[in-house]
């Protein structure tokens, strides 16, 4: 049974740094597409940044390209989610995500099925 599991969120201050975490089970993680997602109140959920081909490649939403970096460790089976320079609209619940296999619209939360439970990320001004 495939088992994602975030950890690392919390409360930080605008331009400061967190790093998430998702440790996952079941499944090969290096054969699949891996993403984080966020959803903020109020808002539809939307991709922040996807790692694919064993870790190789990575994808950014334009909001968070040059800040946050997606890495994943194949040996630990964990996927990460390096944020930098946050900004107060970063504050959302973010989800990794997993599908076996490339999509086209690869950032789109629709093309994911397996989920974590989430972790909440609050930046303060």
């Known amino acids: 049974q495939v088992q994602l599991v975030e950890s690392g969120g919390g409360p930080v201050q605008a331009g400061g740094s967190l790093r998430l975490s998702c440790v996952t089970s079941?499944?090969?993680?290096?054969?699949?597409?891996m993403g984080w997602f966020r959803q903020a109140p109020g808002k539809e959920r939307e991709g922040v940044a996807v790692?694919?081909?064993?870790?190789?490649?990575?994808y950014y939403a334009a909001s968070v390209k040059g800040r946050f970096t997606i890495s994943q460790d194949n040996a630990k089976n964990t996927l990460y989610l390096q944020m930098t320079n946050v900004r107060p609209e970063d504050t959302a619940i973010y989800y990794c995500?997993?599908?076996?296999?490339?999509?086209?619209?690869?950032?789109?939360?629709?093309?994911?099925?397996?989920w974590g439970q989430g972790t909440q990320v609050t930046v303060s001004s």
């Open positions: 995500a997993a599908r076996e296999g490339i999509v086209r619209d690869v950032l789109h939360p629709r093309n994911y099925f397996y």
């Open positions: 079941g499944y090969t993680a290096s054969r699949y597409v």
């Open positions: 790692i694919y081909d064993g870790g190789v490649a990575t």
